[in-house]
């Protein structure tokens, strides 16, 4: 049988495994990326070390790369990075992958990945046109038509968290970090005190200012959406991120959100679902990823 590494690069962290030929993972773990204090250059040593590790105790028979950025999938480039990786902009995943290991390596974004593995196995499933979102420090999305990743004229097909709303851009007024430096402004707290668990039970347990943070996010989250299903018209979206843990909170309201902004024609026919693959989706789908690539050439 067939092994491959899969990697998933992150801000927070690197999530790494060992997959079969057939998608069943043979092993996982995840390293802190470091982002901030290593940059790029920091990030192609720790994965350069990883596949290292691998190879002394698996026979690879690929590298399959899950990234944050913007993505050049057939020179294997990240393009543009946001300033949560500096120096990761031009970095050749690819070029530096099979010049050292000799082995072939495919790139792709890490909502795009895990898109793909929503599609292969898990809530899109099946699908023909679906919109992946994922909500965290950010708000990244992937288009899949037929199964295949829709990446524009110049690869940043579904750059939504850039996208304007009144107030500010898609992902400065509705990701999961918002929420937290919200509910952290009311409370006197840190960010880093107020996380979803925190914000969640405090909204469950009837706290004024962590309802209306999470109405307001829902709120954001439904125009945003709103937005994209009137230019693509996808059968589902598949909402993913941290915060989705959350669904038995966030679903009916999330739905509510969705039909205040879409017209009843439109939404009727758009299903709302909650990504099924969580911490494996973007190595899941590098995998898909890197075997499509090898299965059409």
Not at 160 to 188: E, N
Request: glycine share 12%.
């Amino acid at each position: 049988m067939k092994e491959y590494i899969c990697v998933d690069i992150g801000g927070t962290s690197i999530k790494y495994g060992i997959i079969g030929e057939n998608a069943e993972f043979l092993e996982t773990a995840s390293v802190p990326t470091q982002a901030m204090e290593h940059g790029g250059p920091g990030i192609v040593r720790k994965v350069t070390q990883l596949i290292d590790e691998a190879r002394v105790r698996r026979t690879l028979s690929g590298i399959c790369i899950s990234t944050a950025g913007m993505v050049d999938c057939d020179k294997g480039t990240i393009t543009y990075a946001a300033p949560l990786i500096p120096d990761y902009t031009g970095t050749q995943w690819k070029k530096a992958l099979e010049e050292r290991f000799h082995l072939p390596c495919e790139v792709e974004n890490d909502v795009n990945c895990a898109g793909l593995a929503e599609y292969h196995a898990g809530a899109a499933r099946g699908s023909k046109i679906a919109v992946c979102l994922t909500v965290g420090t950010g708000i990244g999305g992937a288009i899949l038509i037929d199964g295949k990743i829709f990446h524009g004229f110049s690869g940043s097909g579904c750059e939504v968290g850039y996208m304007h709303l009144p107030g500010g851009a898609f992902q400065d007024l509705g990701a999961a970090s918002v929420l937290s430096r919200k509910v952290a402004s009311c409370k006197g707290l840190t960010p880093e005190e107020t996380d979803g668990k925190y914000i969640f039970d405090q909204a469950r347990a009837g706290d004024p200012d962590c309802i209306r943070a999470i109405d307001e996010m829902v709120d954001v989250l439904g125009m945003g959406i709103a937005n994209i299903c009137y230019v693509l018209n996808p059968e589902v979206v598949v909402l993913g991120g941290g915060i989705m843990v959350e669904r038995d909170y966030l679903a009916d309201r999330l739905r509510a959100g969705l039909d205040r902004w879409l017209l009843p024609s439109v939404a009727r026919h758009t299903r709302l679902a909650f990504a099924e693959n969580r911490n494996q989706a973007g190595m899941l789908g590098a995998f898909y990823h890197f075997q499509a690539r090898h299965t059409s050439s």
